[in-house]
């Protein structure tokens, strides 16, 4: 065995060469503007959005006033979005996965925010702190039909599968090309504890990217001990709205940014030049009325494009959630619009035309009695903010819950409690309740569950109780669909001279889709270059790259 480790060990070794052959150039742009006398219109008010205003007054010197935020909704935060009250419900459409040491561009910004609920601390210190005093250790991270906890420590690997990682760890992205994962990897795969952990963390679909796959493996290497326990991830003191789009919008709004909601961006007006883009009018709808903003020397344009959350729905504990395939949300129509016959813009029909290959469905769960939420944490061994994920392997729906630390709002009474759960399979018909999940109302999914905990005695207690909201996300995992190299563009594309991309559809090469960290740094990206600042996001962590670390993972191939 010592013989394997070693030669187990070249390979890892192997495999951190390999990954370095896949980091692109940063183009600076060529524009010198004069910062004091700019103005910057950012199309889309999530956590992207949001950063490229932080990022444009503290490194860019752009004053807030000359900062506008143009958002189609009422309320800013994009996926990590949170609201409701304790009188009716709340609804968390979904929670980024964070990790403290290796999302540096974000917690490099937010250590420059001052929290909203602690005097005299950042935003990164109150998250740190939390994270230090509430430890997650998952006692029931993957279960099977009979309520079982499996033993996750060990990852049910086959020779075959061990290989298959191996392979994929030293191939090139060119090399993955157009495949996707179980294109790649044998069906045993699938059916290994691993994947279950893996898939339901950072919802994977069998028929998502295996080029994306890879840059997860290559990414969160150092994450692949702990995946049972999921002790490196991050959780925030409330939800990610409260905990970091709040204090965000608050310290924009007290440097004078303008925050434009309600307003739809509909179009981009382009000077007629052949070598050279730029962005002259901005189009918006705003109260059933069309406007424009009209762009002068210097001004900017920085613009999300696609959307996780777009088209989301929500039903009711006696209505589904509907699904919504027309694309009335102005992410997917605008990027579409702007990218007719501009190639260097990317194709959004390559990740907004397989809404049965990126849909899946969330719910989240108001309860005025704990006792559910007590029979989980007495069943899981885990209190509530200290397990993480529980996924039920053999659920029609492959279906998780998330019980997080109470209170998980700010504005939530200590007899309140609120957990939240999702299906990556929302069209399979229920184990108990023979209905598709995307047809379920909320009183149905939550039967669903209390059956797979084997509590159904206590069912119409619990139901007595409750109040949940489904929630259908059409495109929730479309960044995960297959594409090639310029389906999703550089953060500034090719020949533009006032116009960035931002957000999980622009191309950062290396990092990783679907998280919070790749919404900062498309931002910092964005700011950096179109102003012409002589500085860079801060360098993607290379877990591969550390000795230890890649033992580490060698050792848990054999697990």
């Given at each position: ?12 070794l192997i ?27 950012i ?14 007054i503290?490194d860019?010197?752009?004053?807030g ?20 009250d ?21 917690w ?10 602690t ?41 075959r ?13 060119e ?6 994962i ?8 699938f ?6 952990m893996?898939s ?11 080029l ?16 049972n ?26 440097h004078?940014v ?52 777009a ?30 016959g501009?190639p ?5 029909s ?52 998330v ?9 939530q ?10 299906g ?21 999914i ?6 797979t ?22 495109y ?5 669909e297959?594409?090639?190299?310029g ?14 991309f931002?957000?999980?559809f ?37 877990g ?16």
């Amino acid at each position: 065995m010592k013989t394997l480790h070693k030669k187990l060990l070249s390979i890892f070794l192997i495999i951190t060469v390999a990954a370095l052959t896949s980091c692109g150039d940063r183009k600076n742009a060529k524009n010198n503007i004069p910062r004091e006398n700019a103005r910057a219109y950012i199309v889309g008010g999530g956590v992207a959005g949001l950063a490229a205003a932080a990022f444009l007054i503290r490194d860019g010197k752009v004053p807030g006033k000359n900062i506008h935020i143009i958002e189609e909704l009422k309320l800013t935060g994009g996926a990590c979005d949170g609201i409701g009250d304790p009188d009716k419900y709340y609804v968390i459409r979904g929670g980024r996965m964070m990790n403290l040491p290796t999302y540096e561009t974000t917690w490099e910004m937010l250590k420059d925010i001052p929290s909203i609920y602690t005097p005299g601390k950042s935003v990164y210190q109150e998250v740190k702190e939390f994270n230090d005093k509430i430890k997650t250790d998952a006692r029931a991270r993957v279960i099977d039909k009979n309520r079982n906890k499996l033993d996750a420590t060990k990852m049910g690997f086959s020779w075959r599968d061990r290989w298959d990682m191996i392979r994929l760890g030293v191939m090139s992205e060119e090399a993955c090309g157009d495949k996707r994962i179980n294109e790649f990897f044998s069906p045993h795969f699938f059916n290994t504890t691993f994947w279950y952990m893996w898939s339901t963390t950072f919802a994977f679909q069998p028929w998502h990217s295996l080029l994306e796959f890879k840059r997860y493996n290559d990414r969160f290497i150092h994450e692949f001990p702990r995946i049972n326990t999921l002790e490196g991830v991050a959780r925030t003191p409330y939800n990610q709205y409260d905990s970091l789009v709040l204090p965000m919008q608050k310290w924009l709004e007290s440097h004078g940014v303008n925050f434009v909601m309600g307003t739809k961006v509909t179009n981009m007006s382009f000077k007629k030049d052949v070598k050279e883009t730029t962005v002259e009018k901005i189009h918006y709808t705003q109260n059933g009325k069309t406007g424009e903003f009209k762009l002068k020397e210097g001004d900017i344009v920085i613009a999300t494009i696609g959307s996780m959350t777009a088209d989301s729905s929500l039903g009711s504990m006696n209505t589904p959630a509907k699904l919504i395939t027309g694309q009335k949300d102005g992410a997917w129509s605008l990027w579409k619009k702007i990218a007719e016959g501009r190639p260097e813009f990317g194709n959004p029909s390559k990740f907004c035309d397989h809404i049965d290959e990126s849909k899946w469905f969330s719910y989240t769960v108001t309860l005025k009695d704990p006792l559910l939420i007590n029979k989980i944490a007495e069943w899981s061994g885990n209190e509530p903010g200290t397990g993480a994920l529980v996924t039920f392997k053999d659920s029609n729906w492959y279906h998780s819950i998330v019980v997080a630390y109470q209170p998980h709002f700010r504005n939530q009474p200590d007899n309140i409690k609120v957990f939240w759960g999702y299906g990556l399979f929302p069209d399979k018909i229920g184990n108990y309740v023979k209905k598709r999940m995307s047809d379920c109302t909320g009183e149905e999914i939550l039967t669903e569950l209390v059956y797979t905990l084997k509590l159904e005695k206590h069912l119409p207690e619990i139901l007595k109780s409750a109040t949940v909201i489904p929630c259908m996300m059409p495109y929730i995992t479309a960044q995960f669909e297959m594409r090639k190299p310029g389906d999703r563009p550089l953060v500034v594309p090719e020949g533009s001279t006032n116009l960035a991309f931002i957000g999980q559809f622009a191309e950062v090469p290396e990092d990783v889709v679907f998280t919070v960290e790749y919404s900062f740094r498309t931002a910092a990206t964005a700011v950096y270059q179109l102003l012409g600042i002589d500085k860079e996001p801060p360098a993607i962590y290379k877990g591969g790259h550390e000795i230890g670390v890649l033992w580490d993972a060698a050792w848990t191939l054999f697990r």
